[in-house]
């Protein structure tokens, strides 16, 4: 059990992670061929692991109606959607118009409405978020101040009234500051650290120091 | 003495005229001295360069032009004009293959294939799937290219040209690849394109320079000099070598910590707020008798986020199976949700609680990323977790399940790497793991002296970083006062190509 557990899995890792670091390296044709296949087995197999993640998602309704728990009428109405969209998809084609009419009048007005509320959200989270408690946090409320008054023509009608020598404080000039220089260092540091700490996590994986994925103690 | 007065007056006007003509003919071009083809270094795809000294008389209207032929006797044709003005033919500005040195911003060069592909075309209806046409083209001339719209019907055009093997004409034919029908776009016939074989022909290049424009542009002078190179295969990408170093100094780190801690365990960690209330957010959710929400974020096992969400999982679900406590895992992937129920399955086994594991608790709830958002939204309105861990890569659904969990008073605690997702966190969540400690969340929370090693070793990657910022600042401001090239060295080390 320990083999197919265990040693085949790191087994296949090291080989596909080894292998694949040469690839980047070598500049032959084998080479893009190898990393362009891979690209399309990962694709395959995330393909092919839908049929799971649907069963999962139809049982665990089903377990829902049939215990009739709180809300098991919206897991019918789940139902009869997922069975209605394959139908129309495997029945006209993925171009067709009832697949077509699904997409573009619930999909997409379902995920706008959905993505709408982050407005509200935003207004909600700033509220608690932006009070001057200490130094750091009146630091990131005048930042965010400016940032949202350089953003909207407010931020315009003021620079319109500034001074040609005092334009510089205008507030879309202070944005473009705030944003490309003390902003872009801090994106920049944290991106260096997340790249270091990327190339430490996948060196573990690779060799198997870090199992905790597969499940279980070394 | 008039008659003299008037010759030179009359000889001045004619000479004036020449002048004047002068400008307009290609006898002041000075060709470039020295002309050599080269393989293209670090490329098998059968291309070589061409590379030329810069000409003193480089002008805007003025052209540097590349004949080839399948001989080296000829007949040459015109294949490349290359504008004299255009930065990106500059040597220098490709330091991929030229490097960083100084002497190539004195030279141009140009890219050439030389392969000739033989490509099978096969064009068939799309509704009945019929094939119309399929062809094999290999010969110069033979094309299948420029799509064309029609504006005025919305019609896609596929044009292609090919060699008659009967009567050696090269035909052309055309055909409609999709049309737009109430505004949508219907397709009408599909078209695959496949590469069969690929063979290197041997070419032969003459450079010469033209000046642009006029009424009638005069003939372009030539170098006599014929160059070719034949391409090589090459094993190794000699610009990516900075990369490979860094990448082995960072092995020879990782290393050398780990064989550190495994004698000396204790190795110092800096407190990360967020990974010590990992228990606190626990005993809370227990204490309450409610769930524990987890999310792994928004893309796929195949990303190393995810999978760094997966390791701390695995200590999570240790202590909730210790707590005999419950967790919800709402997955957007199925191969993610896989990997969590097999992670959080064994955390129940070597906790001694196998009874306890509901596999209903970890499932696919929605592929799409607002479905997810709406779906984890409910269940978290529904199911009241005590405890919410959002840890993986997110985006725009990052506020909205924070904010939801903020509104039914869960604690929250939140780890991404997206850095634009970062402040939502930290604005709405209890506790934010920024950037790497989500990488190192599952070194703090286990303690494995092996895992922690690996951690040493990243931080003194950064010192290397640190140390290459600094040193190359100095360097590349000394090198602008002194003017020599040498102190771009560093920069050129640390650029990636």
């Given at each position: ?16 992670g ?11 044709k ?68 009832s ?24 207004a ?16 990131m ?10 953003r909207i023509p ?31 260092a ?23 120091i870090?199992?905790?994925y ?5 | ?25 290609t ?129 896609e ?72 190179a ?42 990360i ?40 999982l ?66 978290m309105v ?107 060295l ?7 190509r």
């Amino acid at each position: 059990m320990q083999l197919y557990k265990r040693r085949i899995p790191l087994a296949i890792v090291l080989i596909t992670g080894v292998g694949l670091i040469i690839c980047y390296y070598v500049p032959l044709k084998t080479s893009d061929d190898i990393l362009e296949g891979s690209m399309k087995w990962v694709r395959i197999i995330a393909a092919f692991s839908l049929v799971i993640g649907v069963y999962s998602l139809m049982r665990s309704h089903y377990i829902k109606i049939r215990k009739q728990s709180s809300g098991w009428a919206y897991s019918i109405i789940m139902f009869i959607f997922l069975v209605g969209t394959v139908v129309a998809g495997f029945g006209w084609g993925s171009k067709g118009k009832s697949f077509q009419w699904i997409f573009d009048w619930i999909n997409v007005p379902a995920s706008a409405t959905v993505f709408s509320i982050l407005a509200f959200y935003i207004a909600s989270a700033a509220y608690r978020a932006f009070r001057a408690r200490n130094i750091e946090a009146a630091v990131m409320l005048i930042a965010a101040i400016i940032v949202m008054v350089g953003r909207i023509p407010f931020g315009n009608m003021i620079a319109d009234k500034l001074p040609q020598s005092l334009k510089f404080l205008s507030p879309s000039s202070l944005v473009d500051w705030l944003m490309n220089k003390p902003g872009m260092a801090a994106r920049r540091a944290i991106m260096l650290g997340i790249c270091l700490s990327v190339i430490a996590t996948s060196m573990r994986i690779i060799f198997g120091i870090e199992r905790t994925y597969m499940g279980g103690k070394d | 003495m008039r008659k003299i007065l008037i010759f030179f007056f009359v000889s001045a006007i004619i000479f004036s005229a020449f002048l004047i003509n002068a400008e307009e003919t290609t006898e002041n071009l000075i060709l470039p001295k020295l002309f050599y083809a080269i393989d293209s270094p670090e490329e098998s795809d059968g291309s070589i360069c061409l590379i030329w000294s810069k000409s003193p008389t480089e002008g805007k209207d003025i052209d540097y032009v590349i004949y080839e032929s399948s001989s080296s006797q000829g007949p040459f044709e015109e294949k490349y004009v290359i504008d004299s003005f255009l930065k990106e033919s500059l040597a220098s500005e490709n330091t991929k293959y030229f490097g960083p040195w100084e002497k190539y911003k004195n030279f141009r060069f140009k890219e050439v294939n030389l392969f000739v592909k033989t490509v099978k075309t096969t064009i068939k209806d799309a509704v009945t799937g019929k094939e119309l046409l399929s062809y094999l083209y290999e010969e110069p001339g033979e094309t299948v290219e420029k799509y064309e719209e029609d504006s005025t019907t919305g019609e896609e055009i596929f044009q292609y040209t090919y060699k008659d093997i009967e009567s050696g004409e090269i035909k052309s034919g055309k055909f409609v690849i999709s049309k737009k029908t109430d505004d949508k776009i219907k397709i009408i016939n599909k078209v695959s394109t496949k590469v069969i074989a690929i063979k290197i022909v041997p070419k032969y290049f003459k450079l010469g320079m033209q000046r642009r424009g006029g009424v009638t542009p005069p003939l372009p002078i030539f170098l006599d000099k014929v160059v070719t190179a034949i391409p090589k295969i090459n094993y190794f990408k000699w610009s990516k070598l900075n990369n490979l170093v860094v990448l082995f100094l960072m092995y020879i780190f990782v290393y050398y910590y780990i064989n550190k801690a495994k004698k000396n365990p204790n190795i110092f960690l800096r407190k990360i707020a967020g990974l010590d209330a990992v228990d606190e957010a626990i005993g809370r959710a227990t204490e309450m008798g409610k769930p524990i929400l987890y999310s792994t974020g928004y893309y796929d096992a195949s990303e190393i986020s995810t999978i760094a969400s997966i390791n701390i999982l695995g200590q999570v679900a240790k202590k909730v199976a210790n707590y005999d406590s419950r967790i919800i895992i709402p997955c957007k992937w199925p191969v993610a949700m896989t990997v969590c129920q097999e992670v959080v399955k064994e955390a129940y086994i070597d906790a001694g609680r196998p009874d306890a594991y509901n596999p209903n608790d970890i499932f696919f709830i929605a592929g799409e990323q607002f479905s997810y958002t709406a779906a984890v939204n409910g269940l978290m309105v529904r199911e009241k977790p005590a405890a919410n861990f959002l840890l993986g890569t997110f985006a725009g659904e990052s506020l909205l399940l924070a904010e939801t969990g903020n509104t039914i008073g869960a604690i929250q605690i939140a780890g991404t790497d997206s850095v634009y997702q970062i402040p939502f966190f930290i604005a709405a969540c209890d506790y934010c793991l920024i950037g790497e400690e989500l990488y190192a969340a599952s070194a703090y929370l286990s303690r494995e002296p092996k895992i922690v090693g690996t951690l040493k070793g990243q931080d003194m990657g950064k010192i290397l970083i640190v140390l290459a910022i600094i040193l190359g600042i100095f360097f590349i401001t000394l090198g602008s006062f002194m003017h020599n090239e040498y102190f771009n060295l560093i920069k050129y080390f640390f650029t990636v190509r």
